[in-house]
């Protein structure tokens, strides 16, 4: 039996609550989508949909993210590509809120965790969030400096811009 890598943070499943730990980095990105997406767009986030449309590649264990699924998102390009190794922690997919938050893993170039869910509000507007806290925990993160803190927003940013777009083709 081979042994499932722990997480490497200790917050697990803050992303959920939104109440994120101090001393870390934040990211907090949300944009309104059309009304009539939020079944659209809660698909396309739970089935990876929305981050391959985004031009990250996807390697899952299951075709829908729920707890316990193992995630490696990758990046780049041949020999820059950079594997993301992380785990869903928590997820959630009812008639008010559908996404899910992942962990990571040892070999990711950070440590913390990450949500992206479409909500409906009470005015039944529907929102795209990306929530998310971090530290480097890799020297090309460290490295990286502020430009690796930008990377995360216009990460947050790019991906609301891509489900918006996908609301808009079905």
Do not use: K, N
Request: aromatic fraction near 10%.
């Amino acid at each position: 039996m081979r042994a499932v890598p722990a997480l490497t943070y200790p917050h697990v499943g803050a992303t959920r609550t939104g109440d994120l730990p101090p001393g870390w980095r934040h990211v907090r990105h949300r944009v309104r989508l059309p009304d009539s997406c939020f079944g659209p767009a809660g698909a396309a986030v739970l089935g990876w949909r929305l981050h391959r449309a985004a031009g990250i590649r996807i390697d899952a264990g299951a075709d829908r993210a729920a707890p316990g699924v193992g995630v490696v998102s990758r990046l780049g390009v041949g020999p820059l590509r950079l594997a993301a190794p992380c785990e869903v922690v928590w997820a959630v997919d009812d008639d008010r809120r559908a996404g899910f938050g992942y962990g990571t893993l040892p070999g990711h170039p950070a440590s913390g965790e990450e949500a992206f869910v479409v909500s409906r509000d009470d005015a039944g507007r529907v929102w795209f969030e990306v929530i998310a806290f971090s530290r480097p925990d890799r020297w090309m993160m460290r490295a990286a400096g502020p430009a690796g803190r930008a990377f995360q927003h216009a990460y947050a940013w790019w991906l609301g811009r891509t489900l918006r777009r996908l609301c808009a083709r079905p």
